[in-house]
C-alpha cells in the first residue's frame, strides 16, 4: 500500500541542525511532489516547502528560505528536510505529504517526526 | 504573508448541519483544499479542488466556493467528525502554499 515512513524523534540543543527523513513505498517516488509541514504544540499546521523528486526542485517558503534544506535519494525513495540554527521554538511534529503535480491535494502523509529544540 | 481566515470553533448537534467558512483574498484564482485531523494523527485530505471528494472519504463531506470564501459542509454530522479542519490553498502567483488558521469542530 501507498505509505510515507518517517525517521525517529529528536532532541536537538538550540543552534543545532536536523535532519528528517521520509521513506516513501507503494507508488512512484518521482511522480509526486513531496511536501514539509509542520506544526508546533496546540498550534495549526504551517507549510514550510516542496521539493520535485524527479527533478530536485525546491520551493521553500519564505520564511524558511535560507534555513531549511530539502533533498532527495531517488534510489531509495526517500525525502530529506534538514532545518538548521534550531531554536526553541522549532520544537514541533514534522509531516511529509505527496502531492500529485496537477494539485489534487497532500493525499498521503507521513506518520510524523517529533523535534524538540531544548538546552 | 497571505493569510487564510477560519473560525476557531464550530459546535454541532448529531445529525445537524457543520459549515466551516475559509476567506482569502486569493481564494478566487486559487483551488482551495480541506484537512480533517484528529488528536494525535496526521492530517487527512477530505476535499481537493473546491469540491472534489476523495475516494474513501464519505458523501456527508462536500465543498463549495463563492468569490473570496470557500465552503466545508458536513451534512448529517456524526460523533467520529469531531476534529480540526485547515484549510489550504496558494497565494495569488500559485506559488507559496498556505494552510489556514484551523477549525476545531465539536460534536455536541
Known amino acids: 500500500q501507498v505509505q510515507l515512513v518517517q525517521s525517529g524523534a529528536e532532541v536537538k540543543k538550540p543552534g543545532a541542525s536536523v535532519k528528517v527523513s521520509c521513506k516513501a513505498s507503494g507508488y512512484t517516488f518521482t511522480g509526486y511532489y513531496m511536501h514539509w509541514v509542520r506544526q508546533a504544540p496546540g498550534q495549526g499546521l504551517e507549510w514550510m516547502g516542496w521539493i520535485n523528486p524527479n527533478s530536485g526542485g525546491t520551493n521553500y517558503a519564505q520564511k524558511f528560505q535560507g534555513w531549511v534544506t530539502m533533498t532527495r535519494d531517488t534510489s531509495i525513495s526517500t525525502a530529506y528536510m534538514e532545518l538548521s540554527r534550531l531554536r526553541s521554538d522549532d520544537t514541533a511534529v514534522y509531516y511529509c505529504?505527496?502531492?500529485?503535480?496537477?494539485?489534487?491535494?497532500?493525499?498521503?502523509w507521513g506518520q510524523g517526526t517529533t523535534v524538540t529544540v531544548s538546552s | 504573508s497571505y493569510e487564510l481566515t477560519q473560525p476557531p470553533s464550530v459546535s454541532v448537534s448529531p445529525g445537524q448541519t457543520a459549515r466551516i467558512t475559509c476567506s482569502g483574498d486569493?481564494?478566487?484564482?486559487?483551488?482551495a483544499y480541506w484537512y480533517q485531523q484528529k488528536p494525535g494523527q496526521a492530517p487527512v485530505l477530505v476535499i481537493y479542488k473546491d469540491s472534489e471528494r476523495p475516494s474513501g472519504i464519505p458523501e456527508r463531506f462536500s465543498g463549495s466556493s463563492s468569490g473570496t470564501t470557500v465552503t466545508l459542509t458536513i451534512s448529517g454530522v456524526q460523533a467520529e467528525d469531531e476534529a480540526d479542519y485547515y484549510c489550504?490553498?496558494?497565494?495569488?502567483?500559485?506559488?507559496?502554499?498556505?494552510f489556514g488558521t484551523g477549525t476545531k469542530v465539536t460534536v455536541l
Open positions: 505529504a505527496r502531492e500529485e503535480p496537477s494539485s489534487y491535494g497532500m493525499d498521503v
Open positions: 486569493a481564494l478566487p484564482k486559487q483551488y
Open positions: 489550504q490553498s496558494a497565494d495569488s502567483s500559485g506559488t507559496y502554499k498556505v
